[in-house]
């Protein structure tokens, strides 16, 4: 498992996000680095994910979809293994900077990790969510998710309003338009770009699942009177 594990890091480590930045991860074979949101019983590990900080403000918006992105492709690889983990924003800054400093030649910032191991079974199992929330026991109805609903993409739009963000802000949406989905980020919230990045992958991951062609594009059709915008994706129909 040790072995699979390195596999997948490695594999997302290596790989752009979709906005064409390369945010790093780090396997740091360490128990109690932080204290994570799962009681588990037995936590293996922490990736730490860190990407450079860039004055050019898109450029560093883009850093960080792209880190959220990464880290939850990373969870949904993991949970294809049996494999038990969950992001957090509240772990050992000073040491996780140490891990991560021969990857970097510029200013980088670690915003995020990801604790892994395997789940405690027992039925009094309590989520902390001290970071992330990730309880769907409320999310906004999907009309407030989604402008434009097309039925036939109704499992991926359900992806993408189940995504993990952080205290449950939910703070993504898309407008479809005929075959193109756009996505924007609804708030100021600090943590806004790693949640779409996390949503993104939902998406992603979705639209894999229901083996629906696509692909990313940077839009100059998008909807205007919408907040901030991201991303497209174009269905091939």
């Known amino acids: 498992?040790?072995?699979?594990?390195?596999?997948?890091?490695?594999?997302?480590?290596?790989?752009?996000?979709?906005?064409?930045?390369?945010?790093?991860?780090?396997?740091?074979?360490?128990?109690?680095?932080?204290?994570?949101?799962?009681?588990?019983?037995?936590?293996?590990?922490?990736?730490?994910?860190?990407?450079?900080?860039?004055?050019?403000?898109?450029?560093?918006?883009?850093?960080?979809?792209?880190l959220g992105y990464k880290i939850y492709m990373l969870e949904i690889n993991f949970a294809q293994e049996?494999?038990?983990s969950c992001i957090s924003s509240s772990f050992n800054k000073e040491v996780s900077y140490k891990s991560v400093e021969d990857k970097h030649r510029m200013d980088f910032d670690v915003p995020l990790a990801l604790c892994f191991g395997y789940?405690?079974?027992?039925?009094?199992?309590?989520?902390?969510?001290?970071?992330?929330l990730y309880s769907d026991s409320y999310r906004l109805p999907i009309e407030k998710i989604v402008n434009g609903i097309n039925p036939k993409y109704s499992q991926i739009y359900e992806a993408f309003r189940n995504a993990p963000s952080s205290g449950n802000s939910q703070t993504w949406r898309i407008v479809q338009v005929k075959d193109v989905a756009h996505f924007y980020v609804t708030s100021q919230l600090h943590e806004r770009y790693f949640n779409i990045g996390c949503a993104l992958a939902a998406f992603r991951e979705a639209v894999r699942i229901e083996n629906i062609n696509g692909s990313w594009l940077a839009s100059k059709a998008y909807p205007k009177n919408m907040n901030e915008y991201v991303l497209s994706w174009s269905f091939n129909s």
């Open 1 to 66: 498992m040790k072995e699979k594990i390195e596999s997948i890091v490695q594999y997302w480590d290596g790989q752009p996000g979709p906005l064409g930045t390369s945010p790093r991860l780090t396997l740091v074979w360490e128990k109690s680095l932080g204290q994570p949101s799962i009681s588990f019983a037995n936590e293996m590990g922490w990736i730490l994910a860190s990407h450079y900080v860039s004055k050019d403000e898109i450029l560093l918006r883009n850093s960080q979809i792209d």
């Open 82 to 84: 049996n494999i038990a």
């Open 119 to 132: 789940e405690d079974k027992n039925s009094n199992i309590i989520r902390k969510g001290i970071s992330w």
